[in-house]
């Protein structure tokens, strides 16, 4: 009975998998996939780390990759079609979202909150660290609804910064 309850708190004791989740911080597949991700961590005890990266971090980015902004927001709008479909819970509005005026978001705006500092410097320099976040807030507003502008956008960004 005793060597029982002894193997069932070194169980119980055991540290969970880690798991490190790499991501662009605008990434459509994470978007979706991260509800999934939260479920599978309370379904097995899951330690998930997340490491945020700027996969397109400026327009040069863009245009280097895709040749320029209008093509890269079209290809990435074809991105999304496919995540929309995937996406459990419907959140996303690809129609909406190609209706805007705006230019498919950078993914520098996402990241900096969530980026760690390299030196004590930057640290000094930056506020706290807000913590992980996989989209920035206008932007998950503007997927569900597509109704913000680029320039309402960009001001409720620079709001949460502040």
């Not at 863009?62 to 079609?81: C, L, P, R, T």
């Not at 900096?112 to 030196?119: A, E, G, I």
């Not at 976040?133 to 680029?150: E, F, G, H, N, S």
Request: with cysteine; charged share 25%; aromatic share 10%.
């Amino acid at each position: 009975m005793k060597q029982a309850m002894n193997q069932k708190t070194k169980q119980a004791m055991k540290p969970a998998l880690r798991i490190d989740f790499f991501h662009d911080v605008i990434c459509g597949w994470c978007y979706v996939l991260s509800p999934r991700l939260r479920q599978l961590a309370t379904e097995f005890d899951l330690d998930i780390h997340h490491h945020a990266f700027a996969l397109t971090a400026t327009r040069a980015d863009q245009i280097d990759k895709f040749g320029s902004v209008e093509q890269a927001k079209n290809i990435i709008m074809g991105h999304w079609e496919q995540c929309a479909k995937a996406d459990d819970a419907q959140r996303i509005n690809v129609a909406g979202m190609r209706a805007q005026s705006f230019d498919y978001p950078i993914s520098t705006p996402g990241w900096w909150p969530v980026k760690r500092p390299r030196n004590s410097r930057e640290k000094r320099a930056r506020k706290p660290r807000i913590g992980i976040i996989l989209m920035p807030l206008p932007m998950r507003i503007c997927m569900r609804t597509a109704i913000l502008p680029m320039k309402t956008f960009w001001s409720q960004w620079r709001k949460r910064l502040a």
